[in-house]
């Protein structure tokens, strides 16, 4: 059981560029989110998905674009990278029952 | 609304002492509180969950939490400290299952020393 996967672990961008971080999950949860995570702030919701074809936008979500067309599938788009988006993001998907998150092991994005 | 705060940034003990983190927390619901662990370059794994039933909440690796509303505190504490046990820890409130519910706090960063 794979759990939550987010591809890549590490990325470095140049000012403008744009890229997608992956994130994948095999238990079958509606709920999927990405939370950007910087220090002293705790983790900070960029945009959450309810189901396919269902996405909404957290208190950070400028900057990034979010899809849901699967269950399994919640990736995330960076259309024109910007310094303040270094940052660490984690994707999390929510066991519907008792609401626990569950993380991916992150990706460190930095942006020159 | 609701927030969550964690009245420590860092924590520092020695192996073999207690472990106490603190969280306060508001909201206008009846809330569900969580405490997560992050360990170095991992993602968060939950320790354990408060939902209304026993105020005394047991988790993972011997570590226990007790929601008080009076106080609006949920702290987390553990009898012993282990080296393992060195991690930043987030307290996180849940009006319920809803859609947007989720508030992290800022995290504490517990140092155990040798």
């Known amino acids: 059981n794979a759990g939550v996967t987010q591809t890549p672990k590490f990325q470095v961008l140049k000012t403008g560029q744009s890229m997608t971080l992956q994130c994948a999950q095999d238990?079958?949860?509606?709920?999927m989110s990405w939370y950007r995570q910087d220090p002293g702030m705790g983790l900070r919701l960029i945009h959450y998905?309810?189901?396919?074809?269902?996405?909404d936008q957290g208190e950070v979500p400028n900057g990034y674009n979010v899809s849901r067309s699967t269950t399994e599938d919640f990736p995330l788009r960076l259309l024109s990278a910007a310094p303040s988006q270094t940052s660490v993001y984690f994707c999390?998907?929510?066991?519907?029952?008792?609401?626990?998150?569950?993380f991916g092991e992150g990706s460190r994005l930095t942006v020159l | 609304a609701q927030s969550v705060t964690q009245l420590d940034s860092h924590v520092s003990v020695s192996e073999g002492t207690p472990v106490l983190l603190r969280c306060n927390y508001s909201?206008?619901?009846?809330?569900?509180l969580f405490w997560y662990v992050q360990h170095p370059n991992k993602g968060l794994q939950l320790l354990l969950k408060?939902?209304?039933?026993?105020?005394l909440v047991k988790g993972i690796n011997g570590f226990e939490a007790e929601f008080k509303k009076s106080e609006t505190s949920f702290h987390l504490t553990k009898p012993s400290a282990h080296m393992s046990d060195a991690a930043e820890y987030f307290c996180?409130?849940?009006?319920?299952?809803?859609?947007?519910?989720?508030?992290f706090g800022s995290g504490t960063r517990l140092q155990v020393q040798p």
């Open positions: 999390a998907s929510r066991r519907h029952e008792t609401g626990e998150l569950f």
């Open positions: 238990m079958n949860h509606e709920y």
């Open positions: 998905s309810v189901g396919a074809g269902i996405t």
């Open positions: 909201s206008s619901y009846s809330p569900s």
């Open positions: 408060y939902t209304s039933a026993a105020t």
């Open positions: 996180v409130v849940s009006r319920d299952t809803g859609r947007r519910a989720l508030t």
